[in-house]
């Protein structure tokens, strides 16, 4: 992964670019921003550029070619460059220094060494949000004064969550979503996706542009669009509570299936030389390296609700302003003219807001299969009440 291969963090990486070249690397750097922003992608690209043995200039970047290069961009990655995500929810002490009882800690076991492949060692430590406070405090001193060949990278989505006598050690860099219109042209120029796709994924992805571009490399628009356009509009016509529970069980039944689709996809090998996905984990294995798998039903899930409030959005757009409106399911115009008919303005503006606050529910303790069955029993009862999560006892 080349810097030249991120997408939409020019500042970031024209910084970077200019750290490398004139060897003024610090040594500790936290990456914070939004899951699915690029993160590690980023790091990534970073390491491989300060590692290579033959950079160009021109701009600055990784030769691509060289050892240290052709490791980083192999499956197996460079032993120099090693991604650190967390074991289950947290990361441990032990992942760091050896403990009685662990497999030997990478620092105790690499950190001593300078770099053999490339020019430089780099840790990059993925959710640094999740340290325990024993392995935050077992860093502070390597942090500080790592050996000159060894840099550290941390990524987070929550800087908030990591003690300050760490934060106090790294510089800090922001990374900031992709606008719209640019991720769109983005999309079409690389992956030679339709217009209509593209503007699609990019108001659905919420700028987490390693999102929109995972599906956009599929080639075509992912079903579960469709998917939700229909289920969404089997909703509103529904008239009884029989229908709102079946209808519960097939939402949870795509979000499940998108879920996997986006799994499988960012775990197979890049083929265009390296793109800014970002990886939930050392292979991408998110079950296993990256958040538990409760988390991530929950944040599928998540990622659904909006996805049928976008549904809400374009019909309540369609019932009050006429069918030559810009709306999100573009490819779906036809199919949801005709449904904008069926309710009225205010019935959709109901939906949307119950959709959003059972979306602000999922991050809490709620049992997730009574909210969605809750939201569907409102949504096909032709009434929804807007505020039925608001102060329910879930
Ligand atoms: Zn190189």
């Known amino acids: 992964?080349?810097?030249?291969?991120?997408?939409?963090?020019?500042?970031?990486?024209?910084?970077?670019?200019?750290?490398?070249?004139q060897d003024t690397l610090a040594g500790s750097y936290l990456l914070e921003g939004a899951e699915s922003v690029g993160k590690t992608s980023l790091a990534r690209a970073i390491a491989q550029a300060a590692a290579c043995k033959n950079p160009v200039s021109h701009p600055f970047d990784a030769c691509g070619d060289c050892q240290s290069c052709r490791l980083a961009d192999s499956a197996s990655g460079n032993p120099e460059i090693i991604l650190i995500p967390p074991a289950g929810e947290q990361t441990q002490i032990w992942q760091f220094w050896n403990r009685e009882g662990h497999a030997s800690g990478i620092l105790d076991q690499t950190l001593q060494y300078t770099a053999v492949f490339g020019r430089k060692r780099f840790y990059i430590i993925d959710r640094a949000e999740t340290l325990t406070n024993a392995a935050a405090n077992s860093l502070l001193k390597v942090l500080e004064e790592p050996p000159p060949y060894a840099h550290f990278i941390l990524l987070t989505t929550h800087a908030g969550r990591i003690i300050p006598t760490i934060l106090s050690r790294c510089q800090r860099y922001r990374l900031l979503p992709v606008g719209q219109a640019r991720l769109v042209d983005y999309l079409m120029d690389r992956y030679s996706c339709g217009r209509e796709t593209a503007?699609?994924?990019?108001?659905?992805?919420?700028?987490?542009?390693?999102?929109?571009?995972t599906l956009a490399q599929q080639g075509r628009e992912p079903e579960w669009i469709t998917a939700v356009v229909e289920l969404t509009i089997r909703a509103i016509s529904a008239k009884t509570p029989e229908i709102g529970l079946k209808l519960a069980d097939d939402f949870r039944q795509i979000a499940n299936k998108s879920r996997k689709s986006e799994e499988k996809s960012s775990r197979s090998p890049d083929?265009?030389?390296?793109?800014?996905?970002?990886?939930?984990?050392?292979?991408?294995?998110?079950?296993?390296?990256?958040?538990?798998?409760?988390?991530?039903?929950?944040?599928?899930?998540?990622a659904a609700m909006n996805w049928g409030a976008s549904v809400m959005h374009d019909l309540l757009l369609l019932r009050l302003q006429g069918d030559d409106l810009p709306i999100i399911y573009r490819s779906n115009r036809e199919r949801l003219i005709q449904a904008a008919a069926l309710r009225t303005p205010q019935f959709y503006r109901d939906s949307l807001e119950l959709l959003v606050s059972a979306q602000r529910m999922l991050p809490s303790n709620v049992n997730v299969k009574l909210l969605t069955?809750?939201?569907?029993?409102?949504?096909?009862?032709?009434?929804p009440q807007p505020d039925a999560f608001n102060y329910s006892s879930y």
């Not at 503007?199 to 571009?213: F, N």
């Not at 939930?280 to 899930?301: F, I, T, V, W, Y």
């Open 199 to 213: 503007e699609t994924l990019a108001v659905l992805s919420e700028g987490r542009t390693g999102w929109a571009i």
């Open 373 to 383: 069955d809750t939201l569907f029993l409102h949504l096909t009862s032709g009434n």
């Open 1 to 21: 992964m080349k810097l030249s291969d991120i997408f939409g963090q020019d500042q970031t990486v024209a910084a970077f670019r200019r750290l490398i070249e």
């Open 271 to 302: 083929d265009n030389g390296g793109i800014a996905i970002e990886r939930n984990g050392e292979d991408g294995a998110l079950s296993q390296a990256g958040a538990p798998p409760d988390k991530l039903a929950r944040s599928a899930l998540s």
